[in-house]
């Protein structure tokens, strides 16, 4: 073997170059060191949390449209506005809710696009198009903006058995107040509690005994509560501001007040109304509740039944790190306890995001650590101490490289760029391990540890390593461009997986080259190795040149082979069609908390709701991993993200309530989120049920979330027929096993109190409908007057005007109610018209500009995908003619053509794991096609390539069998591993190739090549793939990563076996395509 100084300079190649530049140079480790700090300085900076960040801004712009019908509201000023909103670029969705005098329009942008410029773009298209909407709407028109930073990362619930609910509001809003002092604190609200007010109980008996009217009073009242600048005067040399008036400061100023004058005598508001400075009217509650093993969790006995509380809830600033943000609001709570925060007042941390991410990048940190631990023993069994301890210094470059990257591409740390990082350890090693192996061999060759010879060795092996690390790159890099949800969420895989196969093959060339020469055995030892190599080289040896001839020369058995193998490739693909593996998006995580989201009949009390909420409350408390558990009662909880897609902040009617759950750390139960979760689905919902309200179990999502995991959009030619098949719809979910949490977005019918006006009587008497509609606000409750300046309060102090509520209770009994005549004077109101009953109109829904109606549930059991019950209910609808002669059939992959019949399309988790999969086989093809490529580039052949791919399949025969074994569904992380793989094996191909054809070139027949070829590279493939295993180990305990590290255990152990006799198979049949090969090496 000629040594490199009597080999042309411009032979060597970019490895060869580069080891010769590296391997004695001084700058090799100062560039190793720069490298390491840049890396520990990207651990320090990039944020850490628990998922990736993913950009779905939602803006929703409420409609006020007052005395339109649902249908006028949809069709005057929510069908304009749907126009409008949706010629914006950036627009996926265009949502719609259209109830009497009120509409929502949601405008849902695409995943990536920023919330600043989204809302940007939303308001000037309605500033531009503010003349298309009707003159009734009020304008301009609300509008919100919910991105993935404005989620709470801390929650604090403060509660207390002394203190009422005004009291914890106040003391909730002044904390607030404080943590808003602290960096990169983003958006915070206070949920639940009462706000102070000032009521002002008009009597009506007494209002018209005293000739006055509630407008009147309002007037006084409001006219009363000002003070402005008025002027400059100029005295004694100085300018003096000259101000008058005064405003209300508290309940006696109020009542005070001159409102009229009967009878040649003042009437005091306090002669009309009851005044007083109170709470407002209940309309929320927020309970606090402890558990179980609140104790274990906290080390100390409380109790706590349903105790008045309120939350305080806390966001990050975009791009900022959610573990420090947290950590700071905790310290300074810590410190404001006795201060700010009285003893009689319990605070406790219901929700932190920040404490959850970093246990979970502590916990992938160490499994890092772990799965290098594996790579080095398993190096260093293999080739020995030194060439392991070479191996282990190079990998904490990469990685710390590769997360100094992460921060420079704006990735976070998280749970998905970890395991990307886990799952590329066992891949990144093997560039190191090919170079030191080979410096190895051919020192062995030349009888000393020569420079030169090291050089040469790298540049011998620099072109097969080179391509085999773009083919693995080539199988990541094109999952980064999956569309959707969820490819935001996976990019981290593909990317930094690339970045570091990129500089791990950097690494092997420059810094491995550099550390053997150092530390390097001696040829004692490497003989010995040798020797003991040799030994296990000959029984492998023997072992190829009975297995791979007897299949060659003996075409029954060849055949045999082949066509037993297609037999079990489809033999394991048939596992998924008869469910022995089941195909899911993401399997569920296991989360510290879960939710349940109670719907009571519409039109149901306020307390009626808090009794069903508490009794729910009091099941959940039997179970053993309770911590706490607040109840949400005409109020939203602090949303998490799928809170925010699902709109659940909105959840603010009477008949509405929630059940935040917290657990104990999964370290310390044996059953998970999920377990416990189903548990509690069954014991609540026959509760539920029993009072008439539907509930559902609401866990974090692993994944990106959707609106349920099964969603029915019914489109149908009208409202009634729509509503019809949804109703049908909605008895097919029930009926099905595998779904629970079925609920439609219909309203069931429910009554309303209306006054209707006589409209002749009041035209005779000179009154406007508004003024009698003025007239009632004021006694009906919430009619706010003005606010009171008095103190330092962060909520204003409303003066409000309200009948009492025993009146309020029966509006009939408000008949007494005077109302004002132009030229004076007062008229009952039960001469302008009477109360009547009427019953509410239905909500009309609309998606991108589509009428439709929702049917949703949760898919549950073994088959918890949504497909399965999806073609379960296609199936049932068979039997189904809807209103308008239709049967029934969901479309999948987007919405039914014709809307003018009876259609359906199904949504949900679906949606998600159709592109997903639609995008990863697409991804999968490119891939392939880019291999293909790559090893046609340097074979310079079309047969070759296909022979080096032909094991890619195989690698199914180890992923879905591994997937049964371990009752593991197969979800998107396995399609990943899938992929990768492709690179992976057509890497193993490239070696066992590439060597046959160097033999061949020597004038070894082609045979007797590859039969040298499995000698000499079986055991460096065998060591990248035991490699590849114990790296993903680490992970096979992990809920959602789980199917990932099964695909590459399983996957690389069945497809490394059979390529190392396909491959040589393949290689002899093509005998010559490898002697062209060869001759063209040689040219």
Not at 164 to 183: A, C, T, V
Not at 356 to 383: C, P, R, S, Y
Not at 906 to 920: A, I, K, N, Q, S
């Amino acid at each position: 073997m000629p040594a490199v100084s009597e080999i042309d300079q411009n032979n060597l190649g970019l490895a060869g170059k580069t080891a010769r530049s590296f391997i004695h140079s001084p700058l090799s480790p100062l560039l190793f060191l720069a490298m390491l700090a840049m890396g520990i300085l990207g651990l320090m900076v990039t944020p850490r949390q628990e998922d990736p960040q993913i950009s779905v801004p939602l803006v929703d712009i409420f409609l006020s449209y007052p005395g339109a019908s649902a249908q006028q509201v949809a069709d005057m000023a929510v069908n304009p506005l749907e126009r409008i909103m949706s010629e914006i670029p950036g627009v996926k969705h265009v949502y719609s809710a259209s109830a009497r005098g009120e509409g929502v329009v949601t405008v849902r942008f695409k995943v990536g696009e920023e919330t600043g410029p989204s809302l940007v773009k939303v308001h000037d298209k309605l500033a531009s198009n503010l003349d298309n909407m009707p003159s009734g709407v009020q304008m301009p028109p609300l509008v919100k903006v919910k991105g993935i930073d404005d989620v709470p990362v801390v929650t604090l619930t403060l509660w207390s058995s002394e203190l009422d609910g005004g009291s914890l509001r106040r003391l909730g809003l002044n904390l607030l107040q404080e943590f808003k002092q602290i960096p990169n604190t983003g958006q915070g609200f206070v949920v639940g509690g009462q706000r102070d007010e000032i009521r002002v109980e008009i009597l009506p008996n007494k209002l018209s005994g005293s000739n006055v009217t509630a407008e009147q009073v309002a007037n006084v009242i409001r006219g009363a509560n000002a003070e402005n600048v008025v002027g400059n005067a100029e005295a004694d040399n100085r300018n003096l501001r000259v101000y008058a008036g005064s405003f209300l400061r508290n309940a006696r100023d109020v009542q005070n007040l001159v409102v009229g004058v009967n009878n040649g005598k003042p009437v005091y508001v306090r002669d009309v109304a009851h005044v007083s400075h109170t709470m407002e009217d209940i309309d929320n509650y927020v309970n606090y509740y402890t558990g179980p093993a609140y104790a274990q969790a906290y080390g100390e006995e409380i109790v706590a039944d349903g105790e008045q509380a309120i939350t305080v809830a806390i966001a990050k600033k975009e791009g900022s790190n959610g573990v420090t943000v947290a950590d700071a609001i905790l310290e300074m709570a810590d410190s404001l306890k006795g201060r700010l925060i009285p003893d009689q007042v319990r605070v406790e941390v219901t929700r932190n995001y920040g404490a959850t991410a970093q246990d979970k990048v502590n916990e992938l940190l160490f499994k890092l650590v772990v799965a290098t631990g594996i790579v080095t023993l398993l190096v260093w069994w293999a080739l020995g101490i030194k060439p392991a301890i070479v191996v282990t210094v190079v990998i904490p470059v990469v990685i710390l490289m590769t997360v100094f990257a992460a921060f420079v591409m704006g990735f976070s740390i998280d749970r998905v760029s970890l395991f990307a990082l886990i799952f590329s350890i066992g891949i990144l090693v093997d560039d190191a391990i090919v170079v030191v192996e080979n410096i190895y061999r051919r020192w062995l060759i030349a009888g000393s540890p020569d420079t030169d010879v090291a050089v040469d060795a790298v540049r011998e092996v620099g072109n097969p390593t080179i391509l085999a690390t773009f083919t693995v790159v080539a199988a990541l890099l094109p999952m980064a461009f999956v569309s959707g949800l969820m490819g935001p969420y996976m990019a981290p895989i593909p990317v930094l997986g690339s970045v570091a196969m990129m500089i791990s093959l950097f690494a092997a060339f420059a810094f491995t080259s550099y550390l053997v020469m150092r530390i390097r055995p001696s040829m004692e030892k490497l003989k010995k190795a040798e020797e003991k190599e040799h030994a296990s080289n000959e029984k492998l040896d023997k072992l190829f040149r009975k297995l791979i001839p007897a299949l060659l020369d003996n075409k029954l058995l060849g055949w045999g082979f082949l066509v037993g193998l297609f037999l079990i490739f489809f033999a394991v693909c048939g596992m998924f069609y008869t469910t022995a593996v089941t195909v899911k998006m993401l399997p569920f995580d296991n989360k510290p908390e879960f939710a349940v989201i109670i719907d009571m009949p519409e039109g149901t009390a306020l307390p009626t709701t808090s009794n069903l909420a508490r009794e729910l409350a009091e099941e959940l408390r039997k179970v053993p991993e309770v911590t706490a558990l607040q109840t949400y009662t005409g109020s939203a909880r602090p949303f998490d993200f799928n809170g925010m897609v699902r709109h659940y902040y909105l959840r603010e009617k009477s008949w509405l309530a929630e059940i935040q759950v917290q657990l104990l750390d999964k370290k310390v139960r044996k059953r998970t989120s999920h377990e416990i979760a189903e548990a509690a689905r069954a014991t609540l919902t026959p509760i539920a049920r029993a009072m008439g309200a539907r509930i559902t179990v609401a866990e974090m999502p692993p994944g990106p979330p959707v609106l349920q995991s099964v969603v029915a959009e019914i489109y149908g030619p009208d409202d009634k027929t729509r509503r019809e098949v949804a109703h049908h719809m909605t008895k097919l979910f029930d009926a099905a096993e595998s779904l629970a949490d079925v609920d439609n977005y219909l309203i069931e019918p429910y009554q309303s109190w209306r006054f209707e006006i006589n409209t002749r009587k009041a035209s005779m008497q000179g009154i406007s409908t508004n003024a009698v509609i003025q007239a009632l606000s004021a006694a009906m409750g919430g009619y706010q007057i003005t606010d009171v300046r008095a103190g330092s309060a962060l909520e204003s102090t409303w003066i409000v005007m309200q009948a009492p509520l025993s009146l309020r209770a029966n509006p009939k009994a408000l008949s007494d109610m005077p109302v004002a005549m132009p030229g004076g004077g007062s008229v009952p109101l039960a001469e302008l018209g009477r109360f009547m009953k009427v019953e509410e109109e239905p909500m009309i829904y609309h998606k991108d500009l589509r009428p439709l109606e929702y049917v949703v549930g949760d898919a549950v059991g073994r088959l918890g995908a949504p497909t399965y019950p999806m073609l379960d209910i296609d199936e049932k609808l068979q039997a189904y003619k809807t209103p308008d002669g239709v049967t029934l059939s969901g479309t999948m992959t987007g919405p039914p053509k014709n809307t003018g019949i009876s259609a359906f399309e199904w949504g949900g988790e679906w949606t998600v794991t159709y592109e997903t999969f639609r995008d990863m086989g697409a991804a999968f093809a490119v891939a392939l096609v880019l291999i293909y490529m790559l090893v046609v580039g340097m074979f310079g052949n079309f047969t070759v390539p296909a022979i080096i791919m032909a094991p890619i399949p195989l690698t199914l025969l180890g992923i879905v069998p591994g997937h049964w074994l371990f009752g593991a569904q197969f979800t998107a992380t396995s399609m990943i591993g899938f992929i990768a793989l492709a690179g992976i094996i057509v890497r193993n191909s490239i070696l066992l190739v590439d060597f046959a054809v160097e033999e061949v070139r020597k004038g070894i027949e082609v045979r007797e090549a590859v039969l040298l070829s499995c000698k000499a590279r079986t055991r460096p493939i065998m060591i990248t793939a035991f490699a590849l295993m114990g790296g993903a180990s680490v992970i096979i305990t992990d809920s959602i990563f789980q199917g990932m590290a099964i695909a590459l255990m399983f996957g690389v152990f069945v497809s490394t076996a059979l390529t190392l006799i396909v491959i040589p198979m393949g290689c002899v049949n093509a005998s010559e395509s490898l002697k062209e090969i060869a001759a063209a090496r040689d040219e």
